[in-house]
């Protein structure tokens, strides 16, 4: 269970969240907002990437302010450029880097990380230098690399963004068989069609919070409104 | 781009100890300095030649990643030719030919993984000179990645400018790529937080399944 109380956050002078109380219980949840209407904030707060300027966010009741090693464990976190995720040259060493962080004994990685290759079918990538990988390859990377550490939560920040057609079909299959509770900010409304909710954003407040049926409307109206 | 990263191949250089290869290298770093004859340096530059052979790599890889340094070698030559000797000239060459194609060698046959693992062991006696062997490894895998990623920021910046008119203008692609350079950093210490870096790690690596016959 995810709760955040009463959670702003200031970039300097800027408010960029306003107020935020929710609990996000469901498996599959989506943000929608317009650019700058907090959304990627919103994101960070959940994997204590971002610490609010005020209010609390509790991850399974671990407090993000105080917790946040033990929160990033619970929660992966997808970013939307791929090539900024991808710490190591070569495919198979990335998706151990994290394991490797957890000082887990060599053949425990080599197992998780072979067993990953082969579920998201990147076994013939393996030895390949990641800057080779199309955008479709890195994003199920980074995707994968965050995957083989077996977070309870998975937060991706506008992951078919910078996808084409194919991919972005490729990567809405990934995303529907996780058995991850995720988060999912998104530009995407087509994507948000079989979630169970969906969060509006509109400078820095949740402005709608519903069904996709019911939410997806009120954004787009919101937006034509703005126009 | 290519700078002589590892190349998957099921060869006997491969097989071998990251710290052997290493340690091989850095004796034929000295001893390329003890020899003072060109002639006793050509078989040595055809052994490390052969070398690459036993590694299955090819030898248009092998010229690929020497061809970029052809001109500076050409160059080393022509300044020993014309200020001191050609056969100085021819030494020096040599030298740092056979140094380039060993080292290139031991990185196309040596995962960096294991490479890590190899000089994080060899620091560790510096850890209590408040040296990280975690920390330096990282920044050395960090380069290899970010290198080639850079490079390509550098290309893409160009085209974006010669589309505008502005090609020979230098500010004008240092600008967007040192803006687009601290963004990328910004970003990757978010990635580097979110995936549990701590600077702590001893190096691991995973090994892949042998392959069905």
Do not use: C
Not at chain 1, 97 to 117: H, M, Q
Not at chain 1, 198 to 205: I, P, S
């Amino acid at each position: 269970m995810i709760e955040i109380l009463n959670v702003s956050h200031r970039f300097g002078d800027r408010l960029v969240l306003d107020n935020i109380t929710l609990t996000l219980g469901e498996k599959r949840i989506g943000v929608v907002g317009g650019n700058g209407s907090g959304k990627s904030t919103f994101a960070r707060l959940l994997n204590a990437l971002v610490v609010p300027s005020q209010g609390r966010v509790l991850i399974d009741g671990l407090d993000t302010r105080r917790e946040a090693k033990a929160i990033r464990r619970k929660v992966g976190f997808v970013f939307q450029d791929p090539d900024a995720q991808i710490v190591m040259p070569l495919v198979e060493e990335d998706i151990a880097f994290g394991l490797k962080n957890l000082k887990l004994p060599k053949p425990v990685i080599a197992g998780k990380v072979n067993e990953v290759l082969d579920r998201y079918r990147l076994t013939h990538l393996r030895h390949q230098h990641t800057h080779t990988l199309s955008g479709g390859e890195k994003q199920l990377l980074a995707l994968s690399s965050v995957l083989v550490m077996q977070p309870e939560y998975i937060v991706l920040d506008e992951p078919t963004t910078l996808l084409d057609l194919r991919n972005k079909r490729m990567m809405q299959k990934v995303l529907a068989g996780l058995d991850q509770r995720a988060v999912v900010i998104s530009h995407d409304l087509d994507m948000l069609d079989g979630f169970d909710r969906v969060l509006v954003m509109h400078e820095g407040r949740i402005v709608a919070d519903g069904p996709p049926k019911a939410a997806v409307p009120a954004y787009v109206r919101m937006m034509d409104g703005l126009e | 781009m290519s700078f002589g990263l590892y190349i998957e191949r099921q060869s006997p250089l491969h097989r071998l100890a990251p710290s052997v290869k290493l340690a091989a290298l850095l004796a034929a770093g000295i001893g390329v300095f003890l020899v003072r004859d060109p002639l006793w340096l050509l078989p040595v530059l055809g052994m490390v030649g052969a070398l690459w052979a036993v590694a299955q790599i090819p030898m248009r890889q092998a010229w690929r990643q020497l061809r970029p340094l052809a001109v500076l070698m050409l160059l080393f030559l022509l300044v020993h030719g014309w200020l001191t000797s050609w056969t100085l000239g021819f030494l020096v060459v040599l030298r740092f030919a056979i140094l380039v194609l060993a080292a290139f060698l031991v990185t196309t046959t040596t995962r960096l993984s294991e490479m890590i693992e190899t000089l994080e062991r060899a620091m560790a006696p510096l850890t209590r000179f408040g040296v990280n062997p975690a920390k330096v490894s990282l920044a050395l895998s960090l380069a290899l990645r970010f290198i080639p990623l850079l490079y390509d920021r550098v290309r893409e910046i160009r085209e974006a400018q010669r589309a505008r008119g502005r090609e020979r203008s230098i500010v004008s692609i240092a600008v967007p790529l040192l803006v687009r350079t601290l963004r990328m950093a910004n970003d990757l210490t978010e990635a580097l937080e979110a995936r549990g870096f701590d600077g702590t790690v001893t190096a691991d690596a995973p090994k892949p399944p042998k392959p069905r016959r």
